[in-house]
C-alpha cells in the first residue's frame, strides 16, 4: 500500500488564484518535503519540515508557503498562483538524518492558467 | 550551493545492452548520493545508494561506482529490460538536513 499520498492528482488553477496541494505518509517519518518538477530540471526542493508545526526553506520558496499541522500532514499553499508555477509537485517523507531513502508521493500535475 | 549533473539526458538501446549513466557533483561535502527511477507516470522509487566511503556497490544488474576525488559517479545496467524503460535521476546529499540535490535525469528507453 501506497505510504505517501497526495491530493489532488491533477489540478487546473486561475493566476491569480488560491492553490492548496495536500500529502500525507503513514511511514511515521519526521521528515517531509515538498518538490517541484520541470522538464530539463529535475526536482527542486521548495520546503521541507522535520518536526510538526515547523518548517524550512528549500532551495526555491519564494512564491510557496508550506504547512505541517501533524506528523502525518504536509501541505503546500501557493496563495497567488502563477504561470509559472504550472509543474508537477511532488511531496516525499523520509526516516531522518544521515542516508536515509525518501519515500515519493505519486505526483501533483498543477496547470496555471 | 551544490550542482548535480547528469550525462548523457538520453539514452535509446535494444534489450540486452548494456548502459552508462554518468554523474557529476561539485559539494565536496556531499556524502550520501542515492539514485531513482522514475517510470512513466510513476512515482519516484529509490534503487540504489553509495556513500562517500565507498567506491563501488552492486544490487543485481545494478553497479554503482564512486570517484570522491573527481566528484563523479557512474550507474551501469546490465541485460537491459523493457521494464527498465524510465528515468534515471542522481542526487547528492550534503551534511545539511536530509536535503537532496538531484540531476536533471536520464531518459533510458529500451527497445525489445
Known amino acids: 500500500e501506497a505510504a505517501v499520498t497526495q491530493s489532488p492528482r491533477s489540478k487546473v488553477a486561475v493566476t491569480g488564484g488560491k492553490v492548496t496541494l495536500s500529502c500525507h505518509q503513514t511511514?511515521?517519518?519526521?521528515?517531509m518535503y515538498w518538490y517541484r518538477q520541470d522538464t530539463g530540471h529535475g526536482l527542486r526542493l521548495i520546503h521541507y519540515?522535520?518536526?510538526?508545526?515547523?518548517?524550512e526553506k528549500g532551495d526555491i520558496p519564494d512564491g510557496y508557503k508550506a504547512s505541517r499541522p501533524s506528523q502525518e500532514n504536509f501541505s503546500l499553499i501557493l496563495e497567488l498562483a502563477s504561470l509559472s508555477q504550472t509543474a508537477v509537485y511532488f511531496c516525499?517523507?523520509?526516516?531522518?538524518?544521515?542516508?536515509?531513502?525518501?519515500?515519493f508521493g505519486p505526483g501533483t500535475r498543477l496547470t496555471v492558467l | 550551493g551544490e550542482q548535480v549533473e547528469q550525462l548523457p539526458s538520453s539514452l535509446i538501446v535494444q534489450e540486452g545492452a548494456s548502459v552508462l549513466i554518468n554523474c557529476s557533483y561539485t559539494?565536496?561535502?556531499?556524502?550520501?548520493f542515492p539514485w531513482y527511477k522514475q517510470e512513466p507516470g510513476k512515482r519516484l522509487q529509490f534503487i540504489i545508494d553509495?556513500?562517500?566511503?565507498?567506491e563501488r556497490k552492486q544490487n543485481q544488474r545494478l553497479t554503482l561506482l564512486f570517484d570522491k576525488k573527481t566528484k563523479h559517479l557512474s550507474l551501469h545496467i546490465t541485460a537491459t529490460q523493457p521494464g527498465d524503460s524510465a528515468i534515471y535521476f542522481c542526487?547528492?546529499?550534503?551534511?545539511?538536513?536530509?536535503?537532496?540535490?538531484f540531476g536533471a535525469g536520464t531518459q533510458l528507453i529500451v527497445i525489445p
Open positions: 516525499a517523507s523520509s526516516e531522518g538524518l544521515g542516508g536515509y531513502e525518501q519515500y
Open positions: 511511514n511515521n517519518h519526521d521528515y
Open positions: 519540515s522535520y518536526v510538526a508545526d515547523s518548517t
Open positions: 559539494d565536496s561535502a556531499s556524502v550520501y
Open positions: 553509495i556513500r562517500s566511503n565507498m
Open positions: 542526487s547528492a546529499r550534503g551534511s545539511a538536513l536530509g536535503r537532496l540535490h
